[in-house]
């Protein structure tokens, strides 16, 4: 053992010369290598001679959040840190390790790629009057089965897919084809080698018995449908003129229509609305229906001619000024060229509305038939319009000024009851639930009245319209 003593001595020296001379990091190690990553469960590959790692992850793998973990040479660190979230989705990152000793540091890029998509599936399928589509696996292909609705010409349809990302089918999107037979699709997958054969089969609904309209777009909205009242309305923006308003879409089961309707027709509604006869798909079934189609524009600001009550008016006469002015929108359907029909509708309207909200007795109560609520106060606003859950209301103000300052609230909003049977009458007294009545206003009443109220009536600017009640029918 003695002959080893002075070599070891002789090496232990020199350590602690080195040490002295160089410092105690140069026992440490300089390596500032990545020796292994993985993304998504897949292995990189690593070149240190360009310090750069490409790693292929699966399609359809999320890189704006991933954790890469990454070994790296022994006792050597690196930022970002290993198992740290780093967005891989613009392609690369770049990576530092700095060796044990410090002094060495090497910058990486590591790449990631996503593998193309091996996905063959239609997603979507339609055609112009599909009613509805379903799939089925069968042997080495895929059946659509897709339904018509009767009527529909399928000897030349040109049908819409929506196909995986990335992928292609023949024959070609948007061209025609014979379905009386079955037409056989392939869809190539992304990449370009996975393929799926889809065979479309497609038959005609059985003919509907009853007329539905299940959708209309009229000047850009879509319409409401009302199919107790058979009616189509919709409000359409004021740059569009009522002389043309286009129908885009009319969709539902229906056969004929006289006069004829479709879509790209462009409708005149400046005579008000328009009707159409709609019969079944099944011309055994003798059960036409009329439509009615309305488009209106919005209800313009109100002036102070319409909404202020004058001398020995009633809150009717107002209301009566503001439904002329746009019939259609509080739901006219006859001919506008007709004045007499317009003036009575309007009336009876105003009538109806004057009960529902509380202003005139109903002949359903007979102890307030005939009853009203005036005005003395000259220039009082009464606002007829519609709330955010477009119920029917009128607004009190105590003068235009008020009505016209955007800061003011009304003094009172009367909510239209939603039948006649349901209205009540305006009480005197305030704290009872329902209409009241103002300071301003009085209760007339055919059998009594006392000053300041008259049983003449002054009539209003429409027609020479007679004394109140205007008409009387309100059931």
């Known amino acids: 053992?003695?002959?080893?003593?002075?070599?070891?001595?002789?090496?232990?020296?020199?350590?602690?010369?080195?040490?002295?001379?160089?410092?105690?990091?140069?026992?440490?190690?300089?390596?500032?290598e990545i020796a292994e990553l993985e993304v998504a469960g897949q292995k990189g590959e690593?070149?240190?001679?360009?310090?750069?790692?490409?790693?292929?992850?699966?399609?359809?793998?999320?890189?704006?959040?991933?954790?890469?973990?990454?070994?790296?040479?022994?006792?050597?660190?690196i930022s970002p840190a290993s198992g740290k979230k780093v967005n891989l989705s613009n392609g690369s990152v770049t990576y530092k390790v700095i060796a044990e000793n410090g002094k060495v540091k090497r910058d990486?890029?590591?790449?990631?790629?996503?593998?193309?998509?091996?996905?063959?599936?239609?997603?979507?399928?339609?055609?112009?009057?599909?009613?509805?589509?379903?799939?089925?696996?069968?042997?080495?292909?895929?059946?659509?089965?897709?339904?018509?609705?009767?009527?529909?010409d399928i000897n030349d349809l040109a049908p819409i897919f929506e196909i995986s990302e990335g992928a292609?089918?023949?024959?070609?999107?948007?061209?025609?084809?014979?379905?009386?037979?079955?037409?056989v699709y392939t869809v190539t997958a992304e990449d370009r080698e996975t393929a799926q054969e889809w065979t479309v089969k497609v038959s005609l609904?059985?003919?509907?018995?009853?007329?539905?309209?299940?959708?209309?777009?009229?000047?850009?909205?879509?319409?409401?449908?009302?199919?107790?009242?058979?009616?189509?309305?919709?409000?359409?923006?004021?740059?569009?003129?009522?002389?043309?308003?286009?129908?885009?879409?009319?969709?539902?089961?229906?056969?004929?229509?006289?006069?004829?309707?479709?879509?790209?027709?462009?409708l005149d509604f400046t005579k008000g609305a328009k009707t159409y006869v709609f019969s079944p798909e099944d011309t055994k079934v003798k059960a036409a229906e009329k439509w009615t189609f309305i488009a209106y524009h919005p209800v313009a600001e109100a002036d102070s001619a319409d909404v202020a009550i004058g001398k020995g008016e009633g809150v009717?006469?107002?209301?009566?000024?503001?439904?002329?002015?746009?019939?259609?929108?509080?739901?006219?359907?006859?001919?506008?060229?007709?004045?007499a029909s317009v003036k009575k509708w309007v009336g009876n309207e105003a009538h109806k509305l004057a009960i529902l909200t509380g202003y005139v007795g109903s002949k359903a109560d007979s102890s307030k038939a005939g009853w009203e609520v005036r005005v003395a106060k000259v220039g009082t606003v009464?606002?007829?319009?519609?709330?955010?859950?477009?119920?029917?209301?009128?607004?009190?103000?105590?003068d235009f000024k008020s009505y016209k300052d955007?800061?003011?609230?009304?003094?009172?909003?009367?909510?239209?009851?939603?039948?006649?049977?349901?209205?009540?009458?305006?009480?005197?007294?305030?704290?009872?639930?329902?209409?009241h009545v103002q300071g301003y206003e009085y209760i007339f009443t055919p059998s009594t009245c006392a000053p300041p109220c008259s049983p003449k009536i002054i009539p209003v600017s429409f027609n020479d319209l007679p004394d109140m009640p205007i008409f009387p029918a309100d059931e």
């Open 316 to 339: 009717e006469h107002a209301l009566i000024r503001q439904i002329k002015e746009n019939p259609v929108y509080w739901g006219y359907t006859g001919a506008l060229t007709d004045s």
């Open 205 to 266: 609904a059985e003919p509907s018995k009853k007329i539905e309209i299940t959708e209309v777009i009229l000047g850009g909205k879509s319409a409401d449908i009302d199919t107790t009242k058979h009616t189509v309305r919709v409000q359409v923006a004021d740059d569009i003129k009522l002389d043309s308003v286009a129908l885009s879409k009319l969709e539902g089961n229906f056969g004929k229509i006289e006069p004829g309707l479709k879509p790209g027709d462009k």
């Open 406 to 435: 955007s800061n003011i609230e009304p003094i009172e909003t009367n909510v239209a009851a939603p039948s006649l049977k349901d209205a009540v009458f305006a009480s005197v007294d305030k704290d009872v639930a329902g209409p």
């Open 382 to 398: 009464y606002e007829l319009g519609k709330d955010n859950d477009g119920k029917t209301v009128i607004k009190e103000y105590p």
């Open 108 to 152: 990486w890029t590591v790449t990631v790629n996503t593998a193309p998509n091996t996905a063959t599936e239609i997603t979507g399928f339609s055609f112009p009057g599909m009613e509805k589509w379903s799939t089925q696996p069968d042997g080495n292909t895929v059946t659509i089965n897709a339904v018509a609705q009767y009527g529909t």
């Open 46 to 77: 690593i070149s240190q001679a360009t310090n750069e790692v490409g790693v292929t992850v699966p399609y359809g793998t999320d890189l704006t959040a991933v954790n890469p973990t990454i070994t790296v040479s022994p006792k050597a660190s």
């Open 1 to 32: 053992m003695k002959k080893y003593g002075i070599p070891i001595a002789i090496l232990v020296l020199a350590a602690i010369v080195v040490g002295i001379l160089y410092g105690p990091d140069f026992f440490k190690s300089s390596a500032a």
């Open 168 to 183: 292609t089918v023949e024959p070609g999107r948007n061209t025609k084809h014979d379905f009386s037979k079955p037409v």
